[in-house]
C-alpha cells in the first residue's frame, strides 16, 4: 500500500507538471522540486538535478504541440536556447556548490519573485 502511495504522489505530480508545462509553457520545475522535497522526501539537490531530467519530456512534447501550432518564433529560439544552455551549465556548477539551506532560500524567493510579477 505504501509503495502505491508512492507511485500515486509521483505520477500526480508528474501530471501536474505537464499540465502546467503545456498550458503556460513552464513552471514544470516550480511544481516537480517542492513535490520531490515534500511528497517524496528527496534531498534539494537530488530534487533540483531530478528536475531537470524530468523537465526535458515534459518540454520536448509541448514544443512538439507548440510547433504544430505555428506558435515559434525562430529568430528568438536559437538565441535564448544558446543563452539558456550557458546558463543551464554555469547554474549547474552553482548547485554543486551551494548549501541545501541557500539552495531552498533562492529558489523560494525565485518563485516568490515570479509570483509577484505575475499577479502585478
Do not use: Q
Amino acid at each position: 500500500m505504501r509503495r502505491m502511495k508512492r507511485w500515486l504522489k509521483i505520477g500526480i505530480s508528474g501530471f501536474v507538471a505537464g499540465l502546467c508545462n503545456g498550458f503556460f509553457g513552464s513552471g514544470g520545475g516550480t511544481i516537480v522540486v517542492p513535490a520531490m522535497v515534500h511528497l517524496l522526501g528527496m534531498k534539494e539537490h537530488d530534487a533540483h538535478a531530478t528536475a531537470l531530467a524530468v523537465i526535458l519530456p515534459l518540454t520536448a512534447i509541448s514544443s512538439f504541440v507548440y510547433f504544430k501550432s505555428g506558435f515559434f518564433e525562430w529568430d528568438v529560439i536559437w538565441k535564448v536556447a544558446a543563452g539558456g544552455a550557458l546558463g543551464g551549465l554555469v547554474g549547474a556548477w552553482i548547485l554543486n556548490r551551494i548549501s541545501p539551506y541557500w539552495l531552498r532560500k533562492v529558489f523560494g524567493l525565485f518563485m516568490i519573485i515570479a509570483a509577484i510579477r505575475m499577479i502585478a
